[in-house]
């Protein structure tokens, strides 16, 4: 079975520090790999995401996310934190036999002035 | 263009009530999907469809129906209310394509509370 698990229910940093909001997967088949953002009151919004290649994916709003097999992660990454990425991120991922898509519990992260 | 868009926003019901929720797209996707999204359990899947008038059964299907008689519709029923439906119902919707790389694209969803 797929599963999706994001080890922090929250995250905190200081605006200009870079953040890092966790997710690690459980899949049948070669992963492939989203965030998803969540601001207040608003549906998900796409991010990045993960199929093949590049082990390092770059994504809107100035995100990064690296692929890691061996230890079935999929971080995402921001150099340099500003107070608008405070939001509810979402790792979500499916596999490559048709599975439909599984979703993490979400991080919240709260970047502070 | 605009997007996918959800009908009502939000909705109060009394417990054996009954309702539609209304998921349209204006992309020609292929392929949608009604989430629920609960506090600290992420999205799950409720019912989805692979094109018009075809529907599966998602994770959580219990106490809901849906249909796809128009490719930019889906429709979610509940037939009787309960308050474990109380939540918030995201639509999304995917290009078919051939693969299963799909982007998934969110409505803004509807806040439903079952008293």
């Known amino acids: 079975a797929q599963s999706v698990a994001q080890p922090e229910d929250q995250v905190n940093v200081a605006e200009g520090n870079p953040l890092t909001v966790k997710c690690t997967y459980s899949v049948s088949g070669n992963p492939y790999l989203f965030w998803y953002v969540q601001y207040p009151n608003r549906g998900l919004q796409f991010l990045l995401k993960y199929i093949t290649g590049d082990n390092l994916v770059k994504g809107s709003y100035g995100f990064e996310a690296e692929f890691n097999k061996s230890q079935t992660s999929f971080h995402l990454k921001k150099p340099s934190a500003l107070v608008s990425d405070s939001a509810l991120y979402f790792c979500?991922?499916?596999?490559?036999?048709?599975?439909?898509?599984?979703f993490g519990p979400g991080t919240r992260l709260s970047v502070l002035p | 263009n605009a997007g996918v868009t959800q009908t009502p926003k939000f909705r109060v019901l009394k417990t054996g009530q009954s309702m539609t929720l209304l998921c349209a797209q204006d992309?020609?996707?292929?392929?949608m999907y009604w989430y629920r999204q609960d506090p600290g359990m992420g999205l799950r899947l409720i019912h989805y469809?692979?094109?018009?008038?075809?529907?599966a059964k998602g994770e959580v299907p219990d106490g809901y129906n849906v249909s796809r008689l128009k490719k930019q519709n889906f429709l979610l029923g509940l037939e009787s209310a309960a308050p474990s439906q109380t939540s918030v119902y995201f639509c999304?919707?995917?290009?078919?394509?051939?693969?299963?790389?799909?982007?998934?694209?969110f409505g803004p969803g509807t806040r439903l509370t079952v008293l």
């Open positions: 992309m020609n996707h292929e392929y």
């Open positions: 469809s692979v094109g018009e008038g075809t529907t």
């Open positions: 999304a919707s995917s290009y078919r394509t051939g693969t299963i790389t799909d982007t998934q694209y």
């Open positions: 979500a991922v499916r596999g490559n036999y048709g599975q439909n898509f599984v």
